[in-house]
């Protein structure tokens, strides 16, 4: 399968030290009101996009997150769990993965498929397939935006994730504009659903002629700023992304627009 | 698009598997219970849909729950089939199940362990422990999370890139969804009467469904559908229903189908205030008077994320029966000639749409057929 990159956006806090809530209402006149940092981070790569691309009303939307909004998680469970009281409710609607889909849809002026998705591993690489699915039926342009939010203090998402006590993770939130042509594109993508064993991945990484990058925890929850990373760098490279050993393959090919 | 096929399917409610819950609706004997939430005026007790056993935050039994679906869906699939096999899960409450990981955070003495607990890592557990694909992709786009998750495993095997999918549809209590739904007033305190003047919010219910899907032949098939987000505001449509007609419309342009080729229809009907008028008022616009509708959540509860594939379960089961369920609780309807139906409807096949709405606009009408 392939899919190709029109156009990408990123913001990742380990680059760039921004107020996002300020820059959202001062740069992009964004009403920010009965929002949070999640959905406040999710805006800010989709505003970066759309600085770069006109985005057709019946674009779809997916947004991936390999964890979602865990502060306002961390709010309610205080107040219902510890506290005894209630939810407030603009922490239960802002808790709802598709509450981020509308204000970032309502960005874009996207009406069409608006789709909030988790999955713990190989998160981009089944974004991409499920997305090539979906532009096969229906032959529409999709955005895929990849949000992850560093809940305070790290250690909640650090035992979510999975990850160790001193790993170090990034706010980042970046988006891709995806489509089966490659006219005006900037990159190709080249992935399967094939799941490949360490010593097939051995052989593989062996033959490749092309940069090799093998993510890790960190990387595997920034792999769209990783793309935007190597995009911007102008290097093709070939990620192999890794669960419980077992490994996938993504080529990322850089085209001259 | 190729033809996808509904091959199997399997529900869990509060009522038991598919027979008893078939049965408790038969009988009029229905497994409400409650439980007691905190809201302004104290601790108040709200009619409920729940599991025979307590689920909440029992992790083991949610994923022993969600792998005996699983098992039910894949009896008849040879070694190489479950290969070819994906898993989507439909649910709203994604987040959720992280409440175990923040609870040990606050307890200085539990060792720090990686020890992920999701829905969707769990499936990851069930599709290697089971040969399947090892493609996992939970949706979480509330009300609609498994009605989309459907149509995105319609697309996977239109594509070509998987030969069957399972869809589940999980939903279990947890206290903060509970309170959520009471924060913004939309619980009922008695029953859910749909599309009722009296309605007054929604009973909510615990459900678990699948559904097996590939191209081999079978009496069901899932015709397609449409998804999209357009609101009116974060949690309504507008009164007249444009969102909601907006979304069955397109989802019969896209399947070049008139409203008189629909059979039956299968409201979301929440009985809240604000969604029943809007759902009604869309209903009116696309279908005459004529149109045979039913609500089916004053039997299960509102089961949130996985209502879009266990409503699908009972409704097909229904009419595998030679019938669609009637709606219960009906009062004075708040539009004249658009009642749902009151008494069991004959049916044998046809083609049927089945309507699901969410929060923050996102809306799924789904269009199934039963050949005779």
């Given at each position: 399968m392939k899919l190709y990159i029109k156009e990408i956006s990123n913001y990742q806090s380990d680059t760039e030290n921004i107020d996002i809530k300020k820059e959202l209402k001062s740069r992009y006149k964004l009403d920010t009101r009965r929002q949070n940092k999640f959905i406040h981070l999710a805006l800010i790569g989709a505003e970066r996009l759309k600085e770069k691309v006109n985005v057709s009303l019946d674009t779809e939307l997916y947004i991936t997150s390999n964890i979602g909004n865990i502060d306002v998680l961390q709010k309610a469970h205080s107040d219902v769990y510890l506290k005894g009281e209630f939810v407030k409710p603009y922490d239960f609607i802002n808790m709802l993965g598709n509450t981020t889909n509308y204000y970032v849809s309502a960005s874009f002026g996207i009406k069409d498929k608006n789709i909030f998705q988790i999955s713990d591993s190989f998160s981009y690489i089944h974004s991409l397939i499920s997305i090539y699915g979906s532009i096969y039926n229906k032959s529409k342009n999709v955005i895929l935006g990849s949000v992850n939010l560093v809940s305070n203090p790290d250690?909640?998402?650090?035992?979510?994730?999975?990850?160790?006590?001193?790993?170090?993770?990034?706010?980042?939130?970046?988006?891709?504009?995806?489509?089966?042509?490659?006219?005006?594109?900037?990159?190709?993508?080249?992935?399967d659903t094939k799941i490949y064993s360490k010593q097939e991945i051995d052989i593989?990484?062996?033959?490749?002629?092309?940069?090799?990058?093998?993510?890790?925890?960190?990387?595997?929850?920034?792999?769209?700023s990783l793309i935007y990373k190597n995009i911007t760098e102008n290097i093709s490279v070939l990620f192999i992304d890794s669960y419980n050993e077992t490994y996938k393959?993504?080529?990322?090919?850089?085209?001259t627009k | 698009m190729a033809k996808v096929n509904i091959l199997k399917?399997?529900?869990?409610?509060?009522?038991?598997?598919?027979?008893?819950?078939?049965?408790?609706?038969?009988?009029?004997?229905?497994?409400l219970s409650s439980k007691s939430i905190e809201t302004l005026d104290g601790l108040v007790e709200v009619p409920y849909f729940l599991f025979h056993k307590e689920m909440e935050e029992n992790q083991d039994i949610i994923y022993k729950a969600i792998k005996s679906i699983v098992?039910?869906?894949?009896?008849?699939?040879?070694?190489?089939?479950?290969?070819?096999?994906?898993?989507?899960?439909?649910?709203?409450?994604?987040?959720?199940?992280?409440?175990?990981?923040?609870v040990d955070t606050l307890d200085d003495t539990i060792e720090f362990k990686s020890d992920k607990k999701s829905i969707d890592n769990y499936a990851k557990k069930i599709s290697n422990e089971l040969?399947?694909?090892?493609?996992?992709?939970?949706?979480?786009?509330?009300?609609?999370?498994?009605?989309?998750?459907?149509?995105?495993?319609?697309?996977?095997?239109?594509?070509?890139?998987?030969?069957?999918?399972?869809?589940?549809g999980v939903e279990v209590h947890t206290s903060i969804m509970c309170s959520g739904f009471n924060s913004l007033r939309l619980l009922s305190l008695g029953k859910q009467t749909p599309f009722s003047k009296e309605r007054d919010g929604l009973v909510l219910g615990e459900g678990l469904a699948g559904v097996l899907i590939g191209e081999e032949d079978s009496t069901w098939s899932l015709e397609g559908g449409?998804?999209?987000?357009?609101?009116?505001?974060?949690?309504?449509?507008?009164?007249?229903?444009?969102?909601?007609?907006?979304?069955?419309?397109?989802?019969?342009?896209?399947?070049?189908?008139?409203?008189?080729?629909?059979?039956?229809?299968?409201?979301?009907?929440?009985?809240s205030v604000s969604n029943d008028l809007s759902e009604i008022n869309a209903i009116s616009r696309i279908f005459d008077k004529n149109i045979v509708f039913t609500a089916l959540?004053?039997?299960?509860?509102?089961?949130?994320?996985?209502?879009?594939?266990?409503?699908?379960?009972?409704?097909?089961?229904g009419i595998d029966k030679g019938f669609i369920h009637k709606t219960i609780n009906v009062g004075e309807s708040i539009l004249d000639d658009y009642t749902p139906i009151t008494k069991d409807y004959i049916c044998t096949n046809g083609t049927f749409m089945l309507n699901y709405f969410g929060f923050a606009g996102n809306n799924v009408s789904i269009i199934i057929k039963k050949s005779q």
């Open positions: 250690i909640i998402i650090k035992r979510i994730l999975g990850v160790l006590k001193d790993d170090i993770l990034i706010n980042s939130s970046s988006y891709q504009l995806l489509s089966f042509s490659n006219e005006d594109s900037i990159a190709e993508l080249k992935f593989i990484i062996d033959n490749s002629d092309k940069q090799v990058v093998q993510l890790d925890f960190s990387t595997q929850m920034n792999f769209n393959i993504l080529e990322l090919n850089l085209l | 399917s399997s529900l869990f409610s509060a009522h038991g598997n598919l027979e008893d819950t078939l049965k408790s609706i038969e009988e009029n004997k229905l497994n098992l039910e869906l894949i009896v008849d699939l040879t070694s190489e089939q479950r290969k070819n096999t994906a898993l989507l899960i439909g649910t709203s409450q994604i987040d959720l199940n992280i409440v175990n990981s923040i040969n399947l694909s090892g493609y996992t992709m939970t949706m979480s786009t509330a009300c609609t999370s498994s009605a989309n998750a459907l149509l995105e495993a319609q697309n996977l095997i239109s594509a070509n890139i998987f030969k069957y999918v399972l869809v589940l449409y998804s999209n987000a357009n609101s009116y505001t974060i949690t309504a449509s507008g009164v007249d229903g444009d969102e909601f007609y907006d979304v069955m419309n397109k989802a019969l342009k896209k399947l070049k189908l008139k409203s008189k080729d629909i059979t039956a229809l299968k409201s979301h009907a929440t009985s959540k004053p039997y299960v509860g509102h089961t949130l994320g996985a209502c879009g594939i266990l409503e699908l379960v009972l409704f097909m089961a």
